[in-house]
């Protein structure tokens, strides 16, 4: 009898997990078909900005599907968004094959492609209408210790920073900015802080002409 109801808890919790998959494919669909009628490219913020207001963790797990999405060349880290706000990001680097180095330690390399995209993700949450291009033209890591284990990724922009950064960008189509990425372990203790350049670059959408 204890097996028979083990079974179908089971059953029940692989139904739940496949009926949630789909309808977060049916979301990410939905989206990507409305964005491409628009003439807009679909982006890890445009996921966000829909579904975050039913779901947070709808919103991150779609996140983070869509970062293998958007961004092929890091497609295969896992990568995982555990939080997305206007002002701060938390990336997740899960310590599979791939990450890990040699000494199976998290790759350095890993480490700075993550925070790359969690840079790009926090700032194009704010992006303005059109095209909006965002390059690193400079980073600089110092690495603490090693780590051989899953670790977060912190960044945080401040609202000054960031509305005259967007000002700039609004009045020039152009404007740098720095990042500061900080890297925790499962202990809270600081493995890296990587440092990036970045530059904005902003083509405002056209107006129809009549």
Not at 17 to 38: I, P, T
Not at 111 to 117: F, H, Q
Not at 179 to 198: G, P, S, T
Request: one cysteine or more; aromatic letters at 4%.
């Amino acid at each position: 009898m204890n097996q028979q109801w083990l079974t179908i808890l089971m059953s029940k919790g692989i139904e739940l997990e496949q009926n949630l998959r789909q309808q977060l494919q049916s979301a990410k669909d939905g989206l990507k078909s409305q964005l491409e009628e628009r003439g807009i490219r679909l982006g890890a913020a445009d996921l966000a900005a829909l579904l975050e207001e039913i779901s947070p963790k709808a919103s991150h797990a779609a996140l983070s599907y869509a970062l293998d999405i958007v961004r092929p060349f890091s497609a295969g880290m896992g990568l995982r968004i555990s939080r997305l706000s206007d002002t701060q990001v938390e990336m997740v680097i899960p310590a599979r094959t791939r990450n890990m180095s040699e000494e199976n330690a998290l790759h350095e390399g890993a480490l700075i492609t993550a925070a790359v995209e969690a840079s790009k993700l926090l700032w194009m949450r704010h992006a303005p209408i059109g095209g909006f291009q965002i390059t690193v033209t400079h980073t600089e890591a110092n690495f603490f210790k090693t780590c051989s284990e899953e670790c977060r990724l912190r960044l945080e922009l401040s609202e000054q920073s960031r509305e005259i950064i967007l000002t700039q960008v609004r009045d020039n189509r152009e404007a740098k900015a720095e990042a500061e990425v900080k890297v925790f372990d499962e202990h809270e203790q600081a493995i890296a802080e990587i440092r990036l350049n970045l530059n904005f670059k902003h083509m405002p959408a056209l107006s129809g002409q009549g």
